[in-house]
């Protein structure tokens, strides 16, 4: 359950994504029907759930698909042996699906040409002071994402205090005037659906994988222009660097899974050598 839903929490301190110290874990989300709340915990080899709040039903309904009930890997082949070796020791990993675009769209965007702390930091700004909180007995300071009418209102002073930029907010705020027909995306999944996405501008094609991964489980959905994946890819499959277009060609073999090979290289792959200090980031909360 832990690897299925890992994609989904943004950092450790996840207004929306909660672990607690007796391993359940807890989700808020926004869904048709409102704000739900849904908790999950292992009880030998069954998951148990329990959803508050109007969206509740939404959330039940939707578990099998967020645990990866509908994830289809029988076609898979294994073309480098490492793979093979990944996907024996990890019969388990499935891609999961939220089955909704919004609550996904906004942190993606987020994450977009900044370093994973700065994107976590404006993340967690939003939902407390945008979102819902969490209802029913969630934990302490849980909030589902900003709906998209709560992100037409933000003031200008807002995004500047959550350190994001005119960029992120234009692409952000131009997907929440339309974010009821993005929904739509899910029904046409695949590229049909991540084409639909990028017709708001700020998305790209970066972007709309990073939705179509997690919104339908979207196992061909490569992050083409990711700052880390090629060089993971490149160094398990190939033992040394590429740039975006050598990670394509060596994952050709594997369509329409080549994202799955991606979440069996981020899950038990040798990783990539790291050279150089920590890159530096800019607060654009002071400019």
């Known amino acids: 359950m832990g690897s299925v839903l890992r994609p989904l929490r943004r950092g450790h301190a996840d207004p929306a994504f909660r672990i ?24 030998g080899g069954d998951v148990h759930a329990v959803a508050w709040g109007d969206g509740a039903r939404f959330l039940l309904d939707g578990l099998p698909a967020l645990l990866g009930a509908d994830d289809d890997d029988s076609d898979f082949q294994a073309h480098h042996q ?29 994450e977009q040409k900044v370093t994973g702390h700065e994107a976590r930091r404006s993340w967690r ?35 500047h205090k ?50 179509a991964q997690r919104a339908w489980g979207d196992a061909d959905a490569v992050s083409v222009g990711d700052f880390h994946v090629p060089g ?25 899974h080549r994202h799955r090979v991606v979440r069996y290289i981020e899950a038990g792959g040798p990783g990539k050598p790291r050279y150089g200090p920590r890159f530096a980031p800019k607060d654009y909360r002071e400019m």
């Open 20 to 43: 607690t110290a007796a391993g359940v874990t807890w989700l808020a989300a926004n869904t048709p029907a409102g704000v739900g709340t849904l908790a999950l915990g292992r009880r």
């Open 82 to 110: 490492l793979i093979a070796e990944l996907r024996r020791r990890m019969p388990a990993l499935r891609l999961g699906s939220t089955g909704r675009v919004w609550d996904l769209l906004v942190p993606s965007v987020l």
């Open 232 to 256: 993971l890819v490149g160094y398990a499959l190939l033992g040394r660097k590429v740039d975006d277009q050598g990670m394509l060609e060596v994952l050709r073999p594997y369509a329409p």
């Open 162 to 211: 959550a350190g994001v930029d005119l960029a992120r907010r234009r692409a952000i705020v131009a997907a929440a005037r339309v974010a009821h027909q993005l929904e739509k995306a899910v029904e046409l999944r695949g590229r049909a659906g991540r084409d639909l996405l990028r017709k708001v501008p700020g998305i790209g094609f970066w972007t709309a994988a990073e939705i």
């Open 125 to 159: 700004d939003l939902c407390r002071r945008y979102g819902t909180p969490a209802p029913g007995p969630a934990p302490e300071g849980m909030f589902a994402p900003p709906t998209p009418e709560a992100i037409d209102a933000i003031p200008d002073w807002g995004w």
